[in-house]
């Protein structure tokens, strides 16, 4: 069986992930199979979300922003990755 968890999905379903410095990380991908996993994953940790829909290198990026400590109970993981890259 396998198990896929929010912090999973988020880590490993986009294309990327940056922070903004400014607390808010950021889920960035192309591949609309791979949307509908971040948003479920989004949707599952119970967080407020906004998409960006972005047009560069002759592609449409979708962009998930949220709260960095919006993660912290429920992707400890991916929470400490998120604040080493926030601080950079």
Request: proline share 2%; hydrophobic share 35%; net charge negative.
């Given at each position: 069986m396998i198990e896929l968890t929010p912090e999973w999905v988020l880590k490993n379903m986009s294309d990327h992930w940056f922070t903004d410095g400014e607390g808010f990380a950021i889920i960035s991908t192309t591949k609309s199979s791979s949307r509908a996993w971040v948003e479920l994953a989004l949707d599952t940790l119970d967080i407020?979300?906004?998409?960006?829909?972005?047009?560069?290198?002759?592609?449409?990026?979708?962009?998930?922003?949220?709260?960095?400590?919006?993660?912290?109970?429920?992707?400890?993981?991916?929470?400490?990755?998120?604040?080493?890259?926030?601080?950079?």
């Open positions: 407020e979300w906004e998409v960006e829909e972005v047009f560069y290198d002759e592609e449409n990026h979708f962009q998930y922003v949220f709260d960095i400590e919006d993660v912290i109970e429920e992707c400890p993981e991916f929470y400490e990755e998120l604040i080493e890259d926030n601080s950079i």
